[in-house]
């Protein structure tokens, strides 16, 4: 994998020889992280993590010991910044390597492209606004919210143009969803690519979403009989376009507006955005401008040649709208390699599109095996759920599975039976068992087993 165009990745390990001085805490600040910079790569964890974004985050630095207990830190000498230095906070300088990243190879042009969650640095289920991994079609459109407008035309008693303020009026809801790319996990199909979680699952975040039900703002126009469908479509310069059934718009779909309690970040799709609660996420038009409602399906771009998925047969899965029930590990993996002997933590993430997670199990020996994990409070349908459990570790090689179950029953299958059902032309709803190498080092790979 080329990793020429990630983040620079390192600064969180600034702490290494820099010393406290009289010139004070903010040049600290300034050759510390210069330092970090220039020797991240020596500095990472003496070849036990040796991959790009590898962790923890003290890995390799060592502590300077004026800072140690009995003595007074630097950091308690000196006038901290002001309530008026961050008007908008940001994290800490040495969370530097918690980013988003992209790969290049799969980058023709940053514009119609991707980025990826960090979930290997991610604490809880939802995502922060600044790391929700990106995909688009046409780059980022800037709208401002002066010059928005929302326009429903089509089968409806009374087509409207709203403003949104106009849409602001209207009573909100919230709601914690997850939103999957169909195309996460996606380049893994034929065999183990990508060498990191955050490339081969973080095509999904977490957010909690405010905005209008959409079936609220249908009731305003006033949907005919005969309006059975309805096409969403994007302000940007991709205009993306989908065929959504009526029943999921009067069910729980949210024209939302905010994210995490701030306005949509623009990336995100600034001031409104459509929210399809468990559906795959092309379908949640960004920048949407307009919703035609009609009496059949559009058969769009993004739902013939794209987001459709080639069988053996020469026949092809379409609106294939709900994304099945499926769980990683994010901690060991790639980024986190085993450290310590003994009891470590396995941590991860499981969602449904189909409602609530019932279980989830791990293995530690490539899935002959499973034991029962936890399931961290609160377990909300169609949103990540964590999961952990413990698993002692001895110098041995382990092959570290996770593998759920949602409420419907379903079960997270294996590639083999995957492929049996879905043949290997795919790249979408790849929601196969991921499976981890821990070699004897504590290094983590991935691999495919069978
Ligand atoms: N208008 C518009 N909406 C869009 C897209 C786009 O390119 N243009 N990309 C879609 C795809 S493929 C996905 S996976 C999600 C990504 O949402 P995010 O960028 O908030 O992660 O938005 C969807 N909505
Ligand atoms: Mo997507």
């Known amino acids: ?86 008007p908008y906070g940001s994290p800490s300088p040495y969370e530097a390597h918690v980013v988003r990243r992209n790969v290049e190879w799969l980058t023709a042009t940053t514009e119609s492209s991707v980025n990826f969650t960090p979930i290997q640095d991610l604490y809880g289920f939802v995502t922060p606004n600044g790391l929700c991994f990106e995909r688009h079609h046409g780059g980022t459109a800037e709208v401002n919210p002066v010059d928005f407008r929302l326009m429903i035309n089509g089968l409806v008693d009374t087509p409207k143009v709203f403003t949104i303020e106009d849409i602001l009026r209207f009573p909100s809801v919230s709601r914690f969803h997850f939103l999957e790319c169909a195309a996460n996990t996606g380049m893994e199909w034929r065999g183990a690519q990508l060498n990191g979680v955050q490339y081969t699952h973080g095509m999904i975040h977490c957010v909690q979403y405010t905005g209008v039900p959409l079936r609220v703002i249908l009731d305003q126009v006033g949907v005919k009989p005969n309006g059975t469908w309805l096409m969403a479509e994007g302000g940007d310069s991709a205009g993306m376009h989908r065929s959504v059934p009526i029943e999921k718009a009067l069910d729980d779909a949210i024209l939302a507006y905010a994210m995490n309690g701030e306005m949509l970040r623009p990336e995100n799709g600034y001031p409104l955005r459509l ?37 053996e047969n020469g026949k092809a899965r379409f609106f294939t709208w709900e994304m ?32 609530r997670i019932k279980e989830v199990h791990v293995s530690t020996d490539g ?8 399931l961290a409070d609160p377990v909300l349908p169609k949103c990540l759920t964590c999961f952990n459990a413990e698993f002692e570790w001895n110098g041995e090689e382990v092959l570290l599975q996770s593998r759920t179950v949602d409420e419907t029953g379903y079960v997270q299958p294996t590639m083999q039976a995957l492929q049996e059902v879905r043949g290997v032309n795919s790249i979408y709803h790849n929601n196969s068992i991921q499976t981890w190498l821990v070699n004897k080092t504590g290094e983590v790979e991935n691999v495919r087993l069978g």
């Open 324 to 355: 099945d029930a499926k769980s990683v590990i994010t901690g060991p993996c790639p980024e986190k390699p085993v450290l310590h002997k003994g009891i470590n933590q396995i941590k991860g993430l499981a969602w449904s599109g189909r409602g």
């Open 367 to 374: 899935g002959r095996n499973w034991m029962q994990a936890r």
């Open 1 to 86: 994998m080329d990793r020429s165009n990630e983040a620079p990745d390192g600064g969180a390990r600034a702490r290494t020889g820099a010393q406290p001085s009289s010139t004070g805490r903010r040049a600290f600040l300034k050759t510390g992280l210069k330092t970090g910079l220039g020797v991240a790569g020596a500095a990472v964890a003496g070849g036990m993590a040796g991959r790009a974004g590898a962790t923890p985050m003290t890995a390799g630095a060592e502590a300077d010991p004026a800072t140690l207990p009995p003595n007074v830190p630097w950091w308690n000498q000196y006038l901290g910044d002001g309530v008026a230095a961050h």
């Open 275 to 311: 929210v399809l609660p468990g559906w795959e996420g092309n379908m949640w038009v960004k920048w949407i401008r307009r919703i035609e409602v009609g009496d059949k399906p559009w058969h769009t771009r993004e739902e013939t040649s794209k987001y459709t998925d080639l069988l």
